[in-house]
């Protein structure tokens, strides 16, 4: 079984500009979640969808950043426009139910603001 | 409201010593807690998880840890280190008993292995 896939794995992007971080879940994952790991702290969570629905977003960080998962298969964050404490590295997860926990990761998309 | 300390931000071993990595958590409920692991450039991969059953777990890659609810602790051992186990690792825990399901995440601990 293909696991979580994230792309792209790096991305350099300026100050002000857009980007959009993509997360395939593992085939059949109602549970999608998006966490972050700024650097120096700890992974933290950003939000749940199940299938295309967002269950929990309380940890988004403020509107300049959009998760969607059209069709409750992919999804995308998208942060417009990024600021250089978004960088980090961003994790996405999928689970086939809520499983409290022990979902599969991603490798992760490493996101510098210059 | 949940946590949990990673007492450690680095531990150095040397190949075939025991590893002990600590973790103490809070949860206002009853916890599910969890270890991750992190390889450079990998994504996190649960090495084990508690949920309220046998108090000592048994995860991948010989390494295991105990449930101390009068020390509320879980900490991660393995008899034997090897240099493969040189990564990252996350104590984590998720409040079952309160509903939710977001995992809250350690600072991690970074295991070094030498020969």
């Known amino acids: ?114 | 409201a949940q946590s949990v300390t990673q007492l450690d931000s680095h531990v150095s071993v040397s190949e075939g010593t025991p590893v002990l990595l600590r973790c103490n958590y809070s949860s206002s409920y009853s916890p599910s807690l969890f270890w991750y692991v992190q390889h450079p450039n990998k994504g996190l991969q649960l090495l084990l998880k508690y949920t309220s059953a046998a108090t000592l777990v048994k995860g991948i890659n010989g390494f295991e840890a105990e449930f101390k609810k009068s020390e509320t602790s879980f900490h991660l051992t393995k008899p034997s280190a090897h240099m493969s186990d040189a990564a990252e690792y996350f104590c984590v825990v998720s409040d079952q008993g309160g509903g939710g399901n977001k995992l809250t995440f350690g600072t991690g601990t970074q295991l070094k292995v030498e020969l």
């Open chain 1, 1 to 114: 079984e293909a696991g979580v896939t994230q792309f792209p794995s790096h991305s350099v992007i300026e100050k002000g500009q857009t980007v959009t971080l993509r997360c395939d879940p593992i085939s059949g994952h109602d549970n999608l979640y998006w966490y972050r790991r700024v650097m120096g702290k700890e992974i933290k969570f950003l939000l749940h969808f199940v299938k295309e629905s967002k269950q929990d977003e309380s940890g988004m960080p403020n509107n300049r950043f959009l998760a969607e998962r059209t069709g409750g298969t992919y999804s995308t964050l998208k942060v417009q426009p990024a600021e250089l404490e978004d960088s980090g590295v961003y994790f996405c997860a999928s689970s086939l139910q809520n499983m409290g926990g022990g979902y599969t990761f991603g490798s992760g998309t490493r996101l510098t603001v210059v």
